[in-house]
């Protein structure tokens, strides 16, 4: 099982809808919980973080529910300049010590006019 | 520039070739990461230097793959006696802290391409 998993969509929605993205991680230790977006052949950039009390940007509202380990993103008014993959990162915790962003294998987005 | 610069950005390389890809993480980052993505898939990790020190590399995939930071700035993965599931896009990211629960700053990439 992996260690962040992501439903790969695609998630095919018109303009003006608002669209959730859900995400699991495995490791109840991890620290620090991230959404990154990546367009196509692009690196990948970060979107927000996402705090415990959950957080909002502008259209963007991100939740964390530790206790179930599921991470959420939702979208309300897309456009379609949000048209890409949306990564969810986690702060895994190694034997070492060190903290390791591991990501998940991202959710596409396709929003149509 | 001021970003995390990689290079080269593209590379086809012949099975058994050794190569080279080289990472300019942003000045003063003391924590540099090593991801290799496949198509379709979610940036997957190889290996994290805090400074000079490489203090995980439990996500490189074998013996072949090596990477070093020596000056605790600009970073190397070394690949020796590719082969073709090597082809991927190995991105390179850096972040100001050690042990990072900040932003992580990412490269365009260099794309192996191994025939």
């Known amino acids: 099982r992996k260690e962040v998993e992501q439903d790969p969509g695609p998630f095919n929605v018109p303009e003006g809808a608002t669209v959730a993205f859900n995400c699991t991680y495995s490791n109840s230790a991890s620290q620090s919980f991230f959404w990154y977006r990546q367009d196509c052949r692009k690196e990948p950039k970060l979107l927000m973080s996402?705090?415990?009390s959950g957080n909002e940007d502008g259209r963007f509202t991100a939740q964390l529910n530790r206790a179930s380990q599921y991470i959420s993103l939702l979208i309300r008014d897309s456009k379609l300049s949000d048209s890409a993959t949306y990564l969810c990162?986690?702060?895994?915790?190694?034997?070492?010590?060190?903290?390791?962003?591991?990501f998940g294998r991202g959710t596409s987005l396709i929003v149509h006019p | 520039g001021a970003g995390v610069s990689q290079s080269p950005r593209y590379k086809v390389a012949k099975r058994g070739q050794d190569v080279a890809l080289r990472c300019d993480p942003i000045?003063?980052?003391?924590?540099l990461f090593w991801y290799q993505q496949a198509l379709g898939q979610g940036p997957e990790f190889l290996t994290y230097?805090?400074?000079?020190?490489?203090?995980?590399k439990s996500g490189l995939p074998s013996d072949r793959f090596f990477a070093e930071r020596p000056e605790g700035s600009v970073s190397t993965l070394k690949i020796q006696r590719t082969q073709q599931e090597d082809s991927a896009v190995y991105l390179c990211?850096?972040?100001?802290?050690?042990?990072?629960?900040?932003?992580?700053?990412f490269g365009e990439g260099s794309r192996l391409t191994v025939l």
């Open positions: 990211a850096s972040s100001l802290e050690g042990n990072p629960s900040g932003e992580l700053f």
């Open positions: 000045s003063g980052h003391v924590s």
């Open positions: 996402v705090y415990s």
């Open positions: 990162v986690v702060n895994r915790v190694s034997s070492g010590g060190s903290y390791i962003p591991t």
């Open positions: 230097f805090q400074n000079e020190a490489q203090l995980d």
